[in-house]
């Protein structure tokens, strides 16, 4: 499986971003797609999943309410809308899938991740 993330770039404090992740590679139907970000100095952070083939989601409580998981149809795609960025959401934002059948989706840790997506800079100013 390949993933490609994209979508990342400068905004301003309150502005929206919509990162994607564009899928590809063998049968993922059963994977649970996540989005994490790392900041400069920090720990990959966790921040949503969302199950490829029912679209069931799960977000963090930091995020919750501000970023939005979904998936595109018809293409292969998963989407992290983000709106009312803060200048602490500024960090590298990776797409990562894992592998093990789940029935619903959940919160990922990073040795969970079977693949991971090259990563984009979100940069938020103040």
């Known amino acids: 499986v390949q993933l490609q993330a994209s979508g990342g770039g400068l905004v301003q404090a309150g502005g929206s971003l919509r990162l994607s992740c564009a899928v590809s590679?063998?049968?993922?139907?059963?994977?649970?797609m996540g989005w994490f970000r790392q900041a400069p100095g920090k720990e990959r952070e966790f921040l949503a999943s969302?199950?490829?083939?029912?679209?069931?989601?799960y977000h963090v409580d930091s995020v919750k309410g501000r970023f939005t998981i979904s998936r595109g149809y018809g293409v292969n795609t998963v989407y992290l809308r983000m709106n009312g960025l803060k200048p602490e959401d500024t960090a590298v934002y990776y797409c990562?899938?894992?592998?093990?059948?789940?029935?619903?989706?959940?919160?990922?840790?990073?040795?969970?991740?079977?693949?991971w997506g090259t990563g984009t800079q979100v940069t938020v100013s103040s």
């Open positions: 969302i199950l490829w083939n029912s679209a069931i989601t």
């Open positions: 590679g063998r049968a993922f139907g059963s994977y649970v």
């Open positions: 990562a899938a894992d592998s093990t059948r789940s029935a619903y989706a959940r919160a990922l840790a990073v040795t969970d991740v079977d693949y």
